[in-house]
């Protein structure tokens, strides 16, 4: 029989135990919790764990959206669970999903919770999708918590795809603007040297300088365009060290003007996950366990101490406020909401206050950060120009 490795949600505070069961679906029942009180289950054994990364990495090709959105649909129509997916099921014709779905359909048909199956498939369902099912599935209000989930994933889509739209013009301009000054220097500089070649030192250093460079790099542009090459390469490689990518990130929260816009973003996701965890039944403690793998890189450490202050028993305003989680509308709403035993909507109603900025965020993109990328190539092109016509200037000049 494995072993497992649990982290398991009591009155008291999280403990981690270890257990022995037939597999992951059985570990709640041998520690007689609910399922939703289980937080995390590892198996004992290098092989497991990497297998189970490797499922992770693979999340978000899933149409979780689609799923909830459907299901819900479904169940409030009166059909049965295991109908409604098995209708999901016969409707899908991706092979990913439909595989996930199977899975899925065998696990409920077997007496299994749907939390339970849904857990079964990392690669495809979320810790987050997972809560708010076992939270559900026993209250009859299975439809309503899948159709905020959908909901949910639709604004922090439509967050996305505003940052997006936002960022590619400055990244066509970017790219652009970088094939015009390689054009110049690979093919354009050292035809123009070859023809100044002969007017020696009179030439102005600046342009001596840049004629040099561009005769160099017109006799060797494939170790340009490889040296290029590597430095993009190295920055992905970079990119994708976790560390490395929080460190960047939190730099850009501390830019005047883009930086508290940010901030600002991260924290409304935050406040939306945990509105629609406790509104759907999770413990405070559970769901700050939750989405710690849902908010930015820099505010996980935040957020794990959070959690250890709520398993102090201090009240979540102050968790939040002492690690600054907290905007100062936040906190006056979440205070207001643990009077009146409202957490979840004021959670709710603060996110709300602060979708605004992602508008103002696409504006400042729009309004100041792109006339400034074409500020910088402008100078840098025209820069180079006339450089490479000052000789040609100079010439002139002695020939009058």
């Keep these: 029989m494995p072993s497992y490795q649990v982290r398991v949600f009591h009155p008291e505070g999280v403990r981690s135990v270890r257990v022995d069961a037939l597999d992951a679906h059985a570990v709640a029942g041998a520690l007689g919790v609910p399922p939703q009180h289980v937080l995390e289950v590892q198996e004992l054994g290098a092989s497991s764990a990497s297998s189970a990364g490797a499922a ?46 199977d899975a899925v359909v065998r696990q409920v048909e077997q007496g299994q919770p749907l939390s339970l199956a849904l857990r079964q498939q990392p690669q495809a369902f979320d810790e987050l999708i997972c809560a708010i099912v076992a939270a559900n599935e026993r209250t009859g209000q299975l439809s309503t918590a899948l159709a905020q989930h959908a909901k949910y994933l639709a604004w922090v889509d439509n967050l996305r795809s505003r940052l997006i739209a936002a960022c590619v013009y400055p990244v066509m301009l970017l790219a652009v603007g970088s094939a015009v000054i390689l054009f110049l220097l690979l093919f354009v500089l050292p035809r123009f040297a070859g023809i100044l070649d002969g007017l020696g030192n009179e030439l102005p250093w600046a342009s001596v300088l840049l004629m040099r460079f561009g005769q160099t790099a017109g006799a060797h542009p494939m170790w340009v365009l490889g040296g290029l090459g590597a430095l993009v390469l190295g920055a992905v490689g970079l990119w994708r060290h976790p560390g490395l990518r929080e460190r960047l990130q939190a730099s850009l929260w501390t830019l005047p003007g883009l930086g508290p816009r940010l901030r600002v973003l991260a924290l409304a996701r935050l406040y939306r996950s945990l509105s629609m965890l406790l509104a759907s039944g999770v413990p405070v403690l559970a769901s700050l366990r939750i989405v710690e793998d849902v908010v930015a890189l820099p505010w996980r450490p935040a957020v794990a101490a959070a959690a250890q202050q709520i398993e102090r028993g201090e009240r979540l305003s102050e968790a939040l406020e002492s690690q600054d989680l907290a905007t100062p509308v936040a906190r006056r709403m979440v205070r207001v909401g643990e009077r009146s035993g409202e957490v979840a909507a004021m959670l709710e109603r603060a996110a709300a206050f602060h979708d605004e900025e992602a508008v103002r965020l696409t504006e400042l993109l729009t309004r100041a950060i792109n006339p400034a990328l074409m500020l910088v190539m402008g100078v840098l092109i025209g820069g180079i120009i006339v450089l490479m016509y000052m000789p040609i200037f100079q010439l002139v000049e002695q020939v009058q």
């Design 56 to 101: 992770r990495r693979s999340a978000g090709r899933f149409p979780l959206q689609l799923f909830s959105q459907e299901l819900a649909v479904l169940l409030d129509a009166g059909i049965a669970l295991l109908e409604a997916l098995n209708t999901l099921r016969e409707k899908e014709s991706q092979a990913s999903v439909r595989q996930a779905l």
